[in-house]
């Protein structure tokens, strides 16, 4: 181990984004950090990869700040960096849910990994995957429920869809480090929803509880870095060439399709990451790791809404 992963997140008032934006790039390239980080008037939003002093630098630089302090992190260990570069980006939220909400003084209730274990014994319970479909179908707790919506914009109009008669339910919520939580039941508890609850510290603090260990979670954790998922539970998905089961995603080697799917690593040996053989027939072939350019990842990202809106036609169609 040589690398830490840092995964965090503070909802704060922050004066001067843009300053703390500029800081914030500034810290990770003096300390040679790559990632993903967000910051915005309503605080900041990232993920990180280093070595060992430096990411242990940045985090003490982070709760010597005035307003990071108290900043909780959550840690893995890693041979190498799990990003290829750094981007720091000034937004108009850290989490994009298009819509206000009080993320500091009016979130659902926040639940222990225990007492979450706990609550998901209630049968009365509504258990809520907020995360994207990709992220569920690699790993999600038992009887979860995956509303079929596009982007995480849509969630407040579906829950007044499907609960808005019922404010009175125990709803469970959860996601991977528990940001997006935070922002979802902050909104629900500002439209009367008196019994939400989230699960701190999200999947990625659940998996790593003692007591726990992990229980009813089937399958692995999807993360946004080049690892995609680490393991928590027994794999619940199958490789499409085969069908053996596994917890391994990749990205079709086709730059027009680029769809992320179940591929064990024999038959990638075997047969490549074209998802398909039109796809193995592409001349627009990305070498392994290569990043698409802004004009192709565009595509991909057209193509992959296309998939999901055929998808939730389906889903709509069985429900009935």
């Given at each position: ?22 800081l914030q790039e500034q ?79 009016n979130t659902g209730q ?177 070498k392994p790791n290569d ?30």
């Amino acid at each position: 181990m040589s690398h830490l992963v840092l995964l965090y997140y503070k909802f704060v008032h922050l004066p001067d984004a843009a300053a703390e934006r500029d800081l914030q790039e500034q810290w990770c390239r003096e300390l040679e950090l790559r990632g993903r980080i967000i910051v915005a008037a309503e605080g900041i939003n990232g993920t990180v990869s280093g070595l060992v002093n430096e990411a242990q630098e940045y985090m003490r630089r982070m709760q010597g700040h005035p307003q990071f302090a108290g900043t909780e992190f959550k840690v893995d260990e890693a041979e190498g960096h799990v990003f290829k570069r750094l981007t720091v980006k000034l937004r108009a939220e850290i989490v994009t849910l298009g819509i206000e909400a009080d993320c500091i003084g009016n979130t659902g209730q926040r639940l222990s990994p225990m007492e979450f274990r706990e609550k998901l014994d209630d049968p009365e319970a509504i258990l809520l995957d907020i995360r994207n479909d990709y992220e569920y179908e690699i790993g999600r707790f038992e009887g979860a429920i995956r509303p079929p919506v596009e982007t995480f914009k849509e969630f407040p109009d579906w829950i007044e869809r499907q609960f808005g008669d019922q404010r009175d339910r125990l709803i469970l919520t959860y996601c991977t480090g528990g940001i997006r939580c935070e922002k979802l039941t902050a909104y629900m508890r500002e439209k009367g929803f008196q019994n939400v609850c989230q699960l701190e510290g999200g999947i990625v603090t659940y998996a790593k509880d003692p007591r726990v260990k992990g229980q009813k979670f089937e399958g692995d954790c999807f993360v946004f870095d080049d690892r995609l998922s680490v393991k928590v539970g027994d794999p619940v998905s199958r490789c499409e060439k085969c069908g053996e089961l596994i917890a391994r995603y990749v990205n079709c080697e086709n730059v027009d399709c680029n769809r992320l799917y179940f591929l064990c690593k024999a038959c990638e040996n075997e047969k490549g990451l074209a998802c398909s053989p039109a796809c193995a027939e592409s001349v627009r072939i990305r070498k392994p790791n290569d990043r698409l350019d802004p004009g192709l990842r565009s595509e991909g990202l057209r193509l992959k809404r296309r998939r999901h809106r055929a998808h939730r036609r389906e889903s709509a169609q069985s429900v009935k």
